[in-house]
């Protein structure tokens, strides 16, 4: 397996612009995750999938952010509209079987909203 | 509650040297334990973990760490750092709707 992919690796934005990040996990992964880091918070889980369902979206910072998970093998999150401070990195993860038992994490992608 | 602490941001140590990054844990449950490790522009990489049995844990590139409950601690190290270990390095441990990440651990490895 490729492993978890996400694109892009870089995006570059105006503020006020909507931008949308992809995730396609590891198959056969019940859970995915999409976490966000950032200097000053670190990494910061956003939400959580299992078998497609969000779980969890306490982190998602507010309404700008939604996520989807339409199938097993595709997630997005998406901000609308875009604010500089959303600039971070953002990583979506998956795991086998139990939920935090041990994630795999995709590259990751630059967001820079200028 | 849930929460890692992870003592030292920077740790810089010689080529050669002994490698020790401090990871302290507070749960109420038995915890889940992990060291992760970040290359410059990668994702987060599983170097071990600890579930349950032996507490020594040995991970990939001669890593290993040691769960002491004792201590609440869970320690990463290594005999003889490399300049390839340059990377900054999470602790993390499970809980029952996250998995907490501590704040890294940057680690600069002189030649």
């Known amino acids: 397996d490729a492993g978890v992919i996400q694109s892009p690796r870089h995006e570059v934005t105006e503020m006020g612009q909507e931008v949308t990040l992809r995730c396609k996990p590891i198959s056969g992964h019940d859970y995915l995750f999409w976490y966000r880091q950032t200097m000053m918070r670190g990494l910061e889980l956003l939400i959580y999938f299992n078998n497609n369902v969000p779980i969890d979206d306490s982190g998602m910072p507010e309404d700008r952010f939604s996520a989807k998970m339409p199938n097993a093998s595709f997630s997005t999150l998406k901000i609308q509209p875009s604010e500089p401070r959303d600039s971070a990195v953002y990583f979506c993860a998956s795991s086998l079987v139990r939920v935090f038992t041990e994630a795999f994490f995709g590259q990751g992608t630059r967001l820079t909203v200028v | 509650a849930q929460s890692v602490t992870q003592l030292g941001s920077h740790v810089s140590v010689s080529e050669g040297a002994l490698v020790l990054l401090r990871c302290n844990y507070s749960?109420?449950?038995?915890?889940?334990l992990f060291w992760y490790v970040q290359y410059p522009n990668q994702g987060l990489q599983l170097l071990l973990k600890?579930?349950?049995?032996?507490?020594l844990v040995k991970g990939i590139n001669g890593f290993e760490a040691e769960f002491k409950k004792s201590e609440t601690s869970f320690h990463l190290t290594k005999p003889s750092a490399h300049m390839s270990d340059a990377a900054e390095y999470f602790c993390?441990?499970?809980?029952?709707?996250?998995?907490?990440f501590g704040t890294g651990t940057r680690l600069t490895v002189i030649p």
């Open positions: 749960s109420s449950v038995p915890p889940y």
């Open positions: 600890y579930t349950t049995g032996a507490t």
């Open positions: 993390a441990l499970t809980g029952a709707n996250n998995l907490f």
